[in-house]
């Protein structure tokens, strides 16, 4: 019994042989592809998490920036006017673009809208800007008079509770 299994063994070492490579080529390649998959999934993972930061960093400093200018336009007892910023702070939803579709799609949706009402923020001060004279120009700011300072803190509080719907989605 002993001496036939050892020749069919001595007969069929080739095969036996190339078997065993041949399954020990197939368990490596399969590891290699089990590995590489969880490498991508923490690589999207990682690139998800900064996206996330980067985004809530920038709506928080939004949504102070929007709190302390509506309180200052409502509390605003000059005479004649206070001066607003043209430009929001967008430059990290700006660069983070085309990273968006990391998100979730409530994520998306409640980010984009909220980017959406910060950018629209200038254009709709400049609607309440007023012919002013000229010592008032300053670059990169509009100014506002002070029968307006109300009407620009009503833009920046009707403004606020989307920043924080997105700032709770993306923390969550």
Not at 47 to 53: A, C, Q
Not at 64 to 81: M, Y
Request: hydrophobic share 40%; glycine share 4%; proline share 2%.
């Amino acid at each position: 019994m002993l001496h036939c299994l050892y020749q069919l063994i001595k007969d069929f070492q080739s095969l036996i042989v190339g078997i065993v490579g041949f399954s020990g080529v197939i368990i490596t390649l399969f590891m290699n592809a089990r590995l590489l998959r969880l490498q991508h999934q923490r690589n999207v993972d990682h690139e998800r998490n900064t996206l996330k930061i980067a985004l809530i960093s920038e709506l928080t400093l939004n949504q102070r920036v929007f709190s302390d200018k509506s309180e200052v336009s409502e509390n605003n007892q000059e005479e004649i006017g206070a001066y607003y910023p043209i430009e929001a702070h967008t430059k990290i939803y700006q660069n983070f673009l085309g990273k968006l579709g990391l998100l979730s799609e409530e994520e998306a949706e409640v980010v984009v809208n909220a980017y959406t009402l910060i950018q629209e923020l200038p254009i709709r001060l400049t609607f309440l800007s007023s012919p002013h004279d000229q010592s008032f120009e300053k670059q990169n700011y509009i100014f506002i008079s002070s029968q307006f300072s109300s009407a620009a803190a009503g833009i920046y509080k009707s403004f606020l509770p989307s920043i924080e719907t997105a700032l709770n989605k993306l923390r969550d």
